[in-house]
Every structure is written in structure tokens, then in C-alpha cells.
Nanobody
């Protein structure tokens, strides 16, 4: 059983930065971040393999967001820079038993956090 708790969301002006964290209990393997804006489908944001050597990013966040993990703390972080109003969404941390590659497919994730709101004002 894996439990995930996100933190670090909030309100920021366009061009600003936020750092999201996901604290996990239990043994975790591959991890990812997804987001969902009102009226839209859940969107892949970033993923990282168990060892951290493989990462993947959604096209809309490449070059602005960075995913990382800390095995000692059992956490996964998402550094978000150059935020834009279109980044406004609820951000979810998720776990996948896929350990080697950074999974971009939502259906491969089996545990999800409760989400944290990120709002970017223009």
C-alpha cells in the first residue's frame, strides 16, 4: 500500500516559480506528476524512473519544469519555473510499478495523491 501527499501549491504571478513536493509512505518505484484543469482531461506533466536516470516531460512544460526524487526522504519534487496562467490546475502526484522507464501513460499509475491547487495569475 502506498500513500502520497502533495504540498507546495499556491497562488503565483505569471513568470514566477513554485516547488511541489510529494511525500510517500511505503515502497515506491516510478513516480509521476499529472494535472487537471476545470473542464479538461487529466494531463501528463512529468515522470521519473525509480533510479532517477530516466525522466519524461509533457510538451507544454519541457524546459520549464524539472522532476527529481530523494530516496532518503522518499519524496518526489516538481520544480516549476516560468509559470503561465495556462499552468493553473490541480496537480497530482502518482505512483507506478514501472521502475525502469519514466511512464507517461496515466493508466500505468496505481496510487494517487489528493492533489494540490496551483493558480497562476496574469
Amino acid at each position: 500500500q502506498v500513500q502520497l501527499v502533495e504540498s507546495g501549491g499556491g497562488l503565483v504571478q505569471a513568470g514566477g516559480s513554485l516547488r511541489l513536493s510529494c511525500a510517500a509512505s511505503g515502497r515506491i518505484y516510478g513516480m509521476g506528476w499529472f494535472r487537471q484543469a476545470p473542464g479538461k482531461e487529466r494531463e501528463f506533466v512529468a515522470a521519473i524512473s525509480w533510479g532517477g536516470g530516466n525522466t519524461a516531460y509533457g510538451d507544454s512544460v519541457k524546459g520549464r519544469f524539472t522532476i527529481s526524487r530523494d530516496h532518503a526522504k522518499n519524496t518526489v519534487n516538481l520544480q516549476m519555473n516560468s509559470l503561465q496562467p495556462e499552468d493553473t490546475a490541480v496537480y497530482y502526484c502518482a505512483h507506478t510499478p514501472q521502475s525502469i522507464r519514466a511512464s507517461t501513460w496515466v493508466h500505468e499509475y496505481d496510487y494517487w495523491g489528493q492533489g494540490t491547487q496551483v493558480t497562476v495569475s496574469s
